[in-house]
């Protein structure tokens, strides 16, 4: 996968998308970027990036205002208030038509990367805010609280939907990095909708290493929290071996693991192969070690449902402070030892 690490942001754009407007409020000019603005739209790229929702995509064969109009612009073909227009009447003609699209502010960025060159799409969807209304009455001052809706995402929030497009090539393995998280609550407008990715960008979610990766583990997860209850020893053998062939291979072959896993247990076996293919899709996993890295640095630890344990990955390992020993009947003993400061929370 991916990890973009160098990030300079060239030029950005906004535009206001009101659903109380009959049209889009279409800027003229770039944003100003001083340091204060800068570092902002900085944060919320980088935290974009890194978030573990972000999909790959690649943009579907039929003609897509969104796809043309950014390969004009990466290509040197316009310019970024043409483009950003382009974007924002899209987007507004959208919300008109389905009348279910939050209001927002739309941010289109020029960015340079170490792979080269993204435009950046960010839905800036409005937040509640509080503001004082000061008032004279009677030469007398009232001051109040009122809500606004009209408040950006801060630095520290994450987007739900964004965009990073790429110039199109032969040799990509993908065209878009997008983000479209769907709204959990039902009396949201939104709930359910996937405007964003199918009628918007034109363009289809494909898997890569990460997504690979995570459902291999959750569903290994799964398996063996369903089949292996009540025995301890068990699990601890699954999770341990699992763990090893994720931190020392670069491919994991599911048969591979179930055989060393239950070599003489058929049933086992099969059952184990079959679920983990039917959750996460493939038999053999790209194993992502930048997410492994990030996902067994602190091993958190759930232990009959009334102790909870976090233990970093080299602790985890050193049998000389934390063992599991294995009783033979189904349970197992883990030992914290040579415990030479503690404090209570």
């Given at each position: 996968m991916e990890y973009i690490n160098e990030i300079t942001i060239n030029e950005a754009v906004v535009h206001i998308l009101d659903n109380n407007s009959d049209e889009p409020v279409l800027n003229e000019y770039k944003l100003e970027l001083n340091e204060e603005i800068y570092t902002f739209l900085d944060k919320h790229i980088q935290k974009c990036l890194k978030d573990e929702e972000l999909k790959y995509a690649v943009f579907n064969k039929e003609r897509n205002v969104i796809k043309d109009i950014s390969q004009e612009f990466l290509y040197g073909e316009i310019n970024l208030i043409e483009v950003s227009k382009e974007l924002a009447r899209q987007m507004f003609l959208l919300m008109r038509s389905?009348?279910?699209?939050?209001?927002?502010?739309?941010?289109?960025?020029?960015?340079?990367?170490?792979?080269?060159?993204?435009?950046?799409?960010?839905?800036?969807?409005?937040?509640?805010?509080?503001?004082?209304?000061?008032?004279?009455?009677?030469?007398?001052?009232?001051?109040?609280?009122?809500?606004?809706?009209?408040?950006?995402?801060?630095?520290?929030?994450?987007?739900?939907?964004?965009?990073?497009?790429?110039?199109?090539?032969?040799?990509?393995?993908?065209?878009?990095?997008?983000?479209?998280?769907?709204?959990?609550?039902?009396?949201?407008?939104?709930?359910?909708?996937?405007?964003?990715?199918?009628?918007?960008?034109?363009c289809t979610v494909i898997d890569n290493e990460r997504d690979m990766t995570k459902s291999f583990v959750k569903a290994a997860e799964k398996w063996t929290r369903n089949n292996l209850k009540e025995n301890a020893e068990a699990q601890e053998a699954v999770r341990r071996t699992i763990k090893k062939k994720l931190r020392e291979e670069d491919e994991v072959d599911v048969n591979e693991v179930a055989h060393e896993l239950f070599e003489e247990e058929?049933?086992?076996?099969?059952?184990?192969?079959?679920?983990?293919?039917?959750?996460?899709?493939?038999?053999?996993?790209?194993?992502?070690?930048?997410?492994?890295?990030?996902?067994?640095?602190?091993?958190?630890?759930?232990?009959?449902?009334?102790?909870?344990?976090?233990?970093?990955?080299?602790?985890?390992?050193?049998?000389?402070?934390?063992?599991?020993?294995?009783?033979?009947?189904?349970?197992?003993?883990?030992?914290?030892?040579?415990?030479s400061n503690y404090i209570e929370k």
């Open positions: 389905k009348g279910s699209i939050s209001s927002c502010d739309l941010l289109v960025i020029s960015i340079s990367t170490e792979y080269g060159p993204l435009l950046g799409i960010m839905k800036m969807d409005y937040i509640k805010n509080y503001v004082h209304t000061v008032e004279f009455i009677e030469n007398k001052i009232g001051i109040n609280i009122i809500p606004q809706y009209t408040g950006l995402p801060g630095s520290g929030q994450r987007l739900q939907k964004c965009a990073f497009i790429k110039p199109i090539k032969e040799e990509n393995n993908f065209d878009i990095m997008v983000i479209d998280k769907q709204t959990k609550n039902k009396n949201s407008e939104e709930y359910g909708s996937n405007y964003f990715i199918s009628n918007y960008l034109g058929g049933d086992k076996k099969q059952d184990f192969v079959q679920f983990v293919k039917e959750q996460g899709g493939v038999e053999k996993v790209a194993i992502d070690k930048q997410w492994i890295d990030k996902k067994f640095k602190r091993i958190r630890l759930k232990v009959d449902k009334d102790i909870d344990l976090y233990i970093n990955e080299e602790a985890y390992n050193d049998n000389s402070r934390f063992e599991i020993i294995r009783n033979g009947d189904g349970t197992i003993n883990m030992t914290i030892k040579h415990v």
